[in-house]
C-alpha cells in the first residue's frame, strides 16, 4: 500500500539556484536568439558596459557627470532631441597580443548608449559639454520662463 507524502524539493534532492538561473538563460537565449550576458574566458557572466553616472542640479542648470575611462573624446557623442539627451560612444579594445598571456580579463568593452529624459525646465539646445581626465560633464541650463516666481501675499 502506498502512502500520500508532501514533497518536500529540499528532502528528494539537492536545491541548486544557479543551476535553474542557467537553464533560464539558456531559455531565454533561445527566445531572443542571443544572450543578455557574455560569457569571459573564466566563465563568469559580463554585462554589457555602459558609463556610471551622476545627475544634480542647482538654481541655475542640470549636470550629467559621466566616467568614460579609456575612451577617446572622439569616440564620444553628446545629442538632445525631444526632450532627450542622449550620450553615447565606444570603449575600443587593445589590440589581442600574441606574446602577452592574460590571466583574467574583466573589463568591458564595445559601444554603450545612455539616454536621459530631462525636465520641462531644461533647455537641452544650450546644453554644453566637456570632457577632461575621463569624465563627461553635461550642463543643461534651467529655462528662466519656467522658474518660480515668488508672489508677494498681503495680510489684510
Not at 570632457?131 to 489684510?156: M, N, Y
Amino acid at each position: 500500500m502506498s502512502a500520500l507524502t508532501k514533497w518536500n524539493p529540499f528532502q528528494m534532492s539537492r536545491w541548486e539556484p544557479f543551476r535553474e538561473l542557467e537553464e533560464i538563460e539558456r531559455r531565454l537565449e533561445s527566445l531572443f536568439d542571443r544572450s543578455p550576458f557574455s560569457r569571459s574566458q573564466e566563465g563568469i557572466p559580463a554585462q554589457q558596459w555602459y558609463p556610471q553616472v551622476d545627475i544634480s542640479e542647482d538654481e541655475k542648470e542640470y549636470s550629467i557627470k559621466a566616467d568614460l575611462p579609456e575612451v577617446a573624446k572622439n569616440d564620444v557623442k553628446v545629442s538632445f532631441r525631444e526632450g532627450v539627451l542622449e550620450i553615447a560612444g565606444e570603449r575600443k579594445q587593445e589590440k589581442k597580443e600574441t606574446t602577452r598571456r592574460f590571466h583574467r580579463t574583466e573589463r568591458t568593452y564595445g559601444a554603450f548608449m545612455r539616454s536621459f529624459t530631462l525636465p520641462a525646465a531644461a533647455e537641452g539646445e544650450r546644453a554644453k559639454a566637456e570632457f577632461h581626465d575621463g569624465v563627461l560633464t553635461v550642463r543643461i541650463p534651467k529655462s528662466e520662463k519656467l522658474a518660480p516666481k515668488a508672489i508677494e501675499v498681503r495680510v489684510s
